[in-house]
């Protein structure tokens, strides 16, 4: 039996997970649940799975789960510090990080810190502070069962392979709504359009991540980090179908690929079962009624894939600089109050004033993240 504790249990991931392990009968026993506000979902949650701790960020949302929870024998805990509390438990098994964007970070650190095996869903993590990880707990890959799709076809594509013989590792990337989107029109697509991604749907933050290409960027920088491979050796190519999740290629030219029907519960079931795998009712993938196309990306139209291979080149608090502006930006797209085009123009400029730090420790981070965040406010204002 599995002890597995799930932060961000409300959002796309986290929700599936749970149905995951409910609908699939897998031998897990949720022990813990974490989210930010949502404490209507998180106390159905706890009605379903009878987790002994939840934890809200939103100390207000906590305070509105412990008035409603009635007779429940859950522990409640709040801000910032519950999430951390319960990504540490000793009891858990596996902690899966599901949060979105910086905050899975300190979770993500602390669980390694603890020797906790790790289902990461937030790549953020390890693009912030996989530096840091690196260095304060060496151990950390072994440690880590990713769950983007990307890094866990990477995952089984080297089960029982040597690392040395890596040549290198291809992510696969979708392109996303605006792929076929001639660059004159992209100033004008609207927050609405930006969020139908055509293959995948998760929540807000990736989407546009994805339609701006800096999820792959992200995910180039997760990938570095999960799986001990340079930058340069690490390549995106565009592949609009997203049945082959990704590859790695041999030094005897043999290229490994892993494919399946884009269903995020697939990797997910695969970081609570692995190395084992269990049946499952998912569709199945029907070779016969799909042609694969495959193709190189376009940096000059999606400028974020080019920055975050300089950020991650760049390192220290640089992938922190990038990810804290790339958030501020997609929260003021998601707003109206900038374009989609400005996403990149904004984390290039929070990038080129940005104050790198090498080596950083934890406080460089977290600063980092602080100062790029208030800074790219101040300009947008002085500048819309
Ligand atoms: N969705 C996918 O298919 C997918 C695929 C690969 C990787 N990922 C990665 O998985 C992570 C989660 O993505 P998602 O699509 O599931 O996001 P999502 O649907 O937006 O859900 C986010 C979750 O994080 C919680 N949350 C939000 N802000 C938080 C904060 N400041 N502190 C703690 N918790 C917070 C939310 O709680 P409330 O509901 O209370 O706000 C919710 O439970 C991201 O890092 C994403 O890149 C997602």
């Known amino acids: 039996m599995l002890n597995v504790v799930i ?64 007779e429940l024998d859950v522990e409640i805990l709040q801000g910032q510090e519950g999430l951390i509390e319960l990504a540490s438990d000793r009891e858990a098994d596996l902690v899966m990080v599901a949060t979105v964007g910086f905050s899975g970070f300190l979770p993500t650190l602390y669980a390694l810190r603890n020797g906790r095996k790790v289902a990461l869903a937030n790549k953020e993590s390890l693009v912030v502070g996989g530096e840091l990880l690196a260095r304060e707990v060496p151990e950390y890959k072994e440690l880590i069962i990713p769950v983007d799709s ?29 792929l076929n989107t001639s660059p004159e029109h992209l ?25 701006t290409f800096m999820n792959k960027g992200f995910e180039v920088l997760e990938a570095g980090w999960l799986f001990g491979v340079e930058l340069e050796n690490i390549e995106v190519v565009v592949h609009p179908q997203s049945i082959v999740h990704s590859l790695v290629e041999y030094q005897d030219g043999s290229v490994l690929a892993q494919m399946g029907t884009p269903d995020m519960r697939v990797p997910i079931q695969y970081s609570l079962t692995a190395p084992g795998r269990k049946s499952n009712s998912f ?33 220290g608090t640089m992938p922190a600089c990038l990810n804290a502006a790339d958030e501020v930006a997609v929260e003021l797209f998601l707003k109206g109050i900038i374009k989609f085009t400005d996403i990149a123009k904004y984390v290039e400029m929070a990038m080129k004033e940005h104050e790198l730090v090498s080596e950083p420790s934890l406080e460089d981070i977290i600063e980092a993240d602080r100062v790029t965040r208030n800074e790219l406010k101040k300009i947008v204002a002085r500048l819309g």
């Open 7 to 70: 932060l961000g249990s409300t959002g796309s991931i986290g929700r599936q997970a749970l149905e995951v392990i409910e609908s699939l009968e897998l031998d897990c026993r949720v022990t813990a649940l974490a989210a930010h506000s949502n404490y209507q979902e998180l106390l159905e949650q706890c009605h379903r799975f009878s987790p002994s701790r939840v934890a809200l960020v939103d100390e207000n949302s906590a305070l509105q789960l412990k008035e409603s929870s009635g």
């Open 150 to 178: 990307e890094h866990s076809a990477i995952y089984q594509c080297l089960q029982g392979e040597k690392r040395e013989s890596v040549k290198k590792l291809i992510l696969t990337a979708s392109g996303g709504p605006f």
């Open 187 to 211: 100033p004008e697509v609207t927050p609405a359009q930006a969020l139908k991604h055509p293959n995948w749907a998760m929540g807000p933050r990736i989407t546009i991540d994805s339609a």
């Open 283 to 315: 569709p199945a993938l029907d070779l016969n009624s799909q042609s694969l196309s495959f193709h190189e990306p376009d940096t000059e139209k999606f400028p974020c894939l080019r920055l975050a291979y300089e950020a991650g080149k760049t390192g």
